[in-house]
């Protein structure tokens, strides 16, 4: 992109522990922007991995690249730490392990220009290997939301999910805003905060987040309790829809039944069975399921799931796998 005058300092926060193997790919894809009047946080909490000297060494050679050294805290508190920090007038937040194409910048910015949006918004493209970050024109188009459409079609993920990433804001959007220290899944419990904030959100279909799924696996660990914020956020994002929002109330309680598959799927992966964990999201299932089966905006695939749920819980995560499985095979999953 032509730099001018008129082009504003951009600010990009990224999270920083321990990601040293994949920290270099991403941060040399952010340096290669073709928008370039950056300023660049990379927030380190309390890494130990060798990950600290390799924002030292960007830092060294790229004055856009600022470094921050802090106490490890989560994610929460590396992103607030970020904000606090920023002076852009636009932000974006991307994640260590991932990686962005060369006009991600640009075409938020672009997207919050050309319609004078306060929030744009890209195309995620989920990939389980490198090879896959790539992008493709053929089919992209551009879409304006207001405040409760964009919500809705965040809550329903439909192309636009609650990820902090891939996203382009207002810097001033977050004042009064935090993330949860402490808590995980944090943008479950942020993301709709900051869209309730704007008037107008941008949507480009083209997919230049690379969100890549590193290989692993949790089997036989025993399932971790705080994963149940998931459930918490998203049950305070239903109360908030409810009293703000009232005609999108459905999305919200779409989300809050997706968030509790989800953990369902989490814990069947995990031994020993967590049988008070899986009860309560399984209330949440049985509570909500006929709504979502009877709504015609909930997804397909949320709604067979809620089908399913009828033979048990343990199907639910079955059929899961399967289709986990199956993107993994192919190698890239739609958002």
Partial sequence: MKQTETNPLISIVLPIYNVGEYLSKCLDSIASQTYSNLEILLIDDGSTDG???????????????????????????A??????????KYMTFIDPDDMVAVDYVETLY???????????????????SEKFC???????????????????KMLYQDEIDVNAWGKMYLSTLFEGIEYPVGKINEDTAVTYKVFSKASVISFDSYRCYFYVQRPGSIMHQSFAERKMSLVEFSEECLRYIEINFPNIRNAAVCKHVTDSFVLICKIYECTPLNRKCLDKCWEITKKYRLSVIRDPKARNKTKIACLVSYFGPRLVAFVKGLNAHMDEKRGVRKI
């Fill in 51 to 77: 990950s600290s000297e390799i924002c030292e060494r960007y830092r060294a050679k790229d004055k856009r690249f600022k470094v921050i050294h802090k106490d490890n805290a989560g994610v929460s508190s």
């Fill in 79 to 88: 992103r607030n730490c970020g904000i606090r920090a920023m002076t852009g």
């Fill in 110 to 128: 672009r997207s919050i220009e050309e319609n004078h949006a306060q929030i744009s918004i890209c195309g995620v493209k989920t990939v389980f």
């Fill in 134 to 152: 790539t992008t493709d024109t053929s089919s992209r188009r551009c879409e304006v939301f207001t405040t409760e459409q964009a919500i809705e």
